[in-house]
Protein backbone atom coordinates (compact mmCIF):
# COMPACT_ATOMS: atom_id res chain seq x y z
CA UNK A 1 0.00 0.00 0.00
CA UNK A 2 1.19 3.12 -1.22
CA UNK A 3 1.48 6.10 1.18
CA UNK A 4 3.12 9.52 0.93
CA UNK A 5 2.31 11.99 4.65
CA UNK A 6 2.98 15.65 4.20
CA UNK A 7 3.75 17.65 7.76
CA UNK A 8 5.14 20.76 8.28
CA UNK A 9 2.60 23.26 7.31
CA UNK A 10 1.38 26.25 9.94
CA UNK A 11 0.70 29.68 10.16
CA UNK A 12 3.29 31.89 9.21
CA UNK A 13 3.93 36.04 9.11
CA UNK A 14 5.04 37.24 5.69
CA UNK A 15 8.75 36.74 5.21
CA UNK A 16 8.91 33.92 7.64
CA UNK A 17 10.09 30.45 6.71
CA UNK A 18 8.82 27.01 6.94
CA UNK A 19 9.92 23.38 5.74
CA UNK A 20 7.57 21.00 4.67
CA UNK A 21 7.89 16.58 4.46
CA UNK A 22 6.59 14.19 2.76
CA UNK A 23 7.16 10.89 3.97
CA UNK A 24 6.60 7.88 1.46
CA UNK A 25 6.28 4.33 1.64
CA UNK A 26 5.32 1.31 -0.25
CA UNK A 27 7.03 2.81 -3.34
CA UNK A 28 10.93 2.13 -4.18
CA UNK A 29 11.52 6.34 -3.57
CA UNK A 30 14.44 6.48 -5.41
CA UNK A 31 13.45 5.96 -8.81
CA UNK A 32 10.37 7.93 -8.60
CA UNK A 33 9.99 11.64 -9.18
CA UNK A 34 8.47 13.62 -6.47
CA UNK A 35 6.90 16.92 -6.88
CA UNK A 36 5.07 19.21 -4.71
CA UNK A 37 2.53 20.68 -5.71
CA UNK A 38 -0.39 23.45 -4.25
CA UNK A 39 -3.95 24.52 -4.06
CA UNK A 40 -5.29 28.15 -2.96
CA UNK A 41 -9.02 28.48 -2.67
CA UNK A 42 -10.52 28.97 -5.82
CA UNK A 43 -7.92 28.37 -8.11
CA UNK A 44 -6.14 24.85 -9.87
CA UNK A 45 -3.26 23.45 -7.89
CA UNK A 46 -0.26 24.46 -9.34
CA UNK A 47 3.20 22.23 -9.63
CA UNK A 48 5.48 24.13 -7.15
CA UNK A 49 8.70 22.18 -7.73
CA UNK A 50 10.11 19.01 -9.07
CA UNK A 51 13.46 16.67 -7.94
CA UNK A 52 13.98 13.72 -10.33
CA UNK A 53 15.82 10.81 -8.64
CA UNK A 54 19.04 11.49 -9.67
CA UNK A 55 18.63 15.21 -7.92
CA UNK A 56 17.62 17.10 -11.05
CA UNK A 57 15.39 20.35 -9.75
CA UNK A 58 12.97 22.34 -11.44
CA UNK A 59 10.92 25.34 -9.95
CA UNK A 60 7.37 27.28 -10.72
CA UNK A 61 8.75 31.01 -11.54
CA UNK A 62 6.62 32.18 -8.79
CA UNK A 63 8.76 30.87 -6.39
CA UNK A 64 12.16 30.75 -7.81
CA UNK A 65 15.00 32.39 -5.56
CA UNK A 66 12.47 31.46 -2.40
CA UNK A 67 12.07 27.69 -1.97
CA UNK A 68 13.95 24.47 -2.06
CA UNK A 69 13.10 21.11 -2.88
CA UNK A 70 15.13 18.47 -2.23
CA UNK A 71 15.30 14.86 -1.19
CA UNK A 72 17.11 11.96 1.09
CA UNK A 73 16.52 8.47 -0.45
CA UNK A 74 17.64 7.22 2.90
CA UNK A 75 14.61 8.00 4.56
CA UNK A 76 11.83 8.21 1.54
CA UNK A 77 11.31 11.60 2.26
CA UNK A 78 11.26 14.74 -0.02
CA UNK A 79 11.11 18.77 1.63
CA UNK A 80 10.14 21.53 0.56
CA UNK A 81 11.94 24.45 2.16
CA UNK A 82 9.84 27.37 1.80
CA UNK A 83 11.49 31.15 2.56
CA UNK A 84 10.31 34.45 2.09
CA UNK A 85 6.84 33.62 2.51
CA UNK A 86 4.28 35.90 0.83
CA UNK A 87 0.34 35.87 1.44
CA UNK A 88 -0.03 34.63 -2.30
CA UNK A 89 2.38 31.83 -0.96
CA UNK A 90 -1.03 30.12 1.16
CA UNK A 91 -2.51 26.95 -0.08
CA UNK A 92 -2.41 23.23 0.57
CA UNK A 93 0.69 21.53 -0.33
CA UNK A 94 0.39 18.34 -1.62
CA UNK A 95 3.12 16.13 -2.57
CA UNK A 96 2.96 13.21 -5.76
CA UNK A 97 5.39 10.59 -6.39
CA UNK A 98 5.36 10.25 -10.15
CA UNK A 99 6.71 7.25 -12.32
CA UNK A 100 3.99 5.23 -14.74
CA UNK A 101 1.34 6.22 -12.06
CA UNK A 102 0.99 9.16 -9.73
CA UNK A 103 0.54 8.85 -5.79
CA UNK A 104 -0.76 11.55 -3.88
CA UNK A 105 -0.96 12.60 -0.12
CA UNK A 106 -3.93 14.24 1.85
CA UNK A 107 -1.72 17.92 1.77
CA UNK A 108 -0.77 19.96 4.63
CA UNK A 109 -2.30 23.66 4.70
CA UNK A 110 0.31 26.77 4.74
CA UNK A 111 -1.29 29.90 5.79
CA UNK A 112 0.85 33.22 5.55
CA UNK A 113 -0.51 35.96 7.14
CA UNK A 114 -0.15 38.96 9.75
Known amino acids: QVQLVESGGGLVQPGGSLRLSCAAS????????MDWYRQAPGKQRELVAT???????NYADSVKGRFTISRDNAKNTVYLQMNSLKPEDTAVYYC????????WGQGTQVTVSS
Open 51 to 57: ITGGGTT
Open 96 to 103: NARLITDY
Open 26 to 33: GIIFKIHT
